[in-house]
């Protein structure tokens, strides 16, 4: 990944989509939803399945049984199996979950597009951050200082208008005002 101090970027090429991706929590929340939505349709194709139910139960019965001379005590065990006959609503359940997944992935896709855009949008403005304080310090404040110091040596001469001296200050002042905001 890229770190960008107030001064100087650490890497002259431009950043990774991977590296947006990684620390964006909307992908990760995407991620998540996506996740979720792959269970649900897991979920809905064990619809399907057959149901076991297997119980044990033992009863205490106090009452003496005459003939025995003992006690009776009762023992069951239950053994159950469910079979689905009805395959309509469980393959809608299916479908309906299949579709929510093909939706969570399309969702996850639309918002790392939004990140990769949003963070070459920032990227962009980075360097044409960088380029115009270049162009500023480079250039444009140079001349508009040697422009300055000419108008004055000028004015002082009797050569030049105090209004001609004042405006070329004014446009001095003014370049280093957008310096400062780029």
Same mark, same amino acid.
């Given at each position: ?24 929590? %909307? ?30 139960? =033992?009863? @205490? ?9 003992? =006690? ?6 239950? =053994? ?14 299916? @479908? ?9 992935? *399309? %969702? ?15 990227? =962009? ?26 108008? %004055? ?26 310096? *400062?905001?780029?």
């Amino acid at each position: 990944c890229l770190t960008i101090s107030p001064r100087r970027r650490t890497s002259s090429s431009s950043p990774s989509p991977v590296c947006a991706e990684t620390r964006s929590q %909307e992908i990760a929340v995407a991620n998540l939803g996506l996740e979720r939505a792959g269970i649900e349709e897991r979920m809905a194709s064990w619809e399907f399945a057959p149901e076991f139910t297997l119980g044990a139960e =033992f009863m @205490r019965d106090d009452m003496q049984d005459p003939a025995m001379g003992s =006690f009776r005590n009762s023992r069951t065990a239950i =053994f159950g199996l469910t079979i689905p006959l009805w395959f309509g609503g469980k393959t809608a359940r299916v @479908r309906e979950a299949a579709a929510g997944t093909a939706a969570m992935g *399309a %969702e996850r896709a639309a918002t790392v597009e939004r990140v990769r855009a949003a963070a070459a949008d920032l990227w =962009f403005r980075v360097v044409n951050t960088e380029r115009l304080v270049s162009l500023y310090d480079s250039t444009l404040l140079p001349q508009a200082e040697k422009s300055a110091r000419l108008a %004055e040596a000028l004015y002082r001469e009797g050569r030049a208008s105090l209004a001609g001296m004042l405006e070329t200050e004014t446009a001095l002042q003014n370049f280093r005002m957008a310096r *400062a905001r780029a």
